[in-house]
């Protein structure tokens, strides 16, 4: 089972990764929100950086006078997002190679700082079974929720 266990680990490491590439490893958190559902796989990325959360295309709004400018040019960004598309597309393979259920929602986020890592995982339908909901809303709403409660 450990190899199970640290394979998962480094995809999910891996997703952070390259996150914190993005920004240069210039955060003081990283959020990456990971979606597998009924065959569509989904990602969302942001940050907790000058303690402000902000999402990924908007990083450069939120740094100091003379800090250097992220490049948040949009080949960069779908980079990321293929990225981590992929390593959800990895742990879907490793799930059914060891016969383990594939989490529906995965939410990371890592304190850069205190090298803290957090995972939380559903395995329920999180959005195929709602009329109106699409993964995209659902990161929003997580995007909201850890901006308002300061997570």
């Known amino acids: 089972m450990k190899e199970f266990e640290d394979r998962f680990s480094e995809l999910q490491s891996d997703m952070i990764s390259i996150c914190l590439e993005y920004v ?3 955060a003081n958190k990283v959020y990456v929100y990971a979606s597998c559902e009924e065959g569509v796989i989904s ?3 942001f940050y907790l950086i000058n303690n402000k959360y902000i999402e990924c295309h908007k990083v450069n709004d939120v740094l100091e006078n003379g800090e250097e400018r992220y490049d948040v040019s949009p080949e960069r960004m779908l980079t990321v997002l293929r990225i981590i598309n992929e390593d959800i597309e990895e742990i ?4 059914k190679e060891y016969e383990r259920e594939m989490p529906t929602e995965m939410k990371l986020i890592y304190d850069v700082k205190g090298g803290k ?3 939380e995982y559903k395995y329920d339908l999180v959005y195929t079974n709602h009329d109106t909901k699409t993964a995209g809303q659902i ?3 997580w995007f909201e929720e850890v901006k308002n409660n300061d997570l």
């Open 24 to 26: 240069e490893d210039r």
């Open 43 to 45: 990602s969302r990325f």
């Open 92 to 95: 879907k393979v490793l799930c």
């Open 117 to 119: 890592f957090k995972a």
């Open 139 to 141: 990161a929003d709403e």
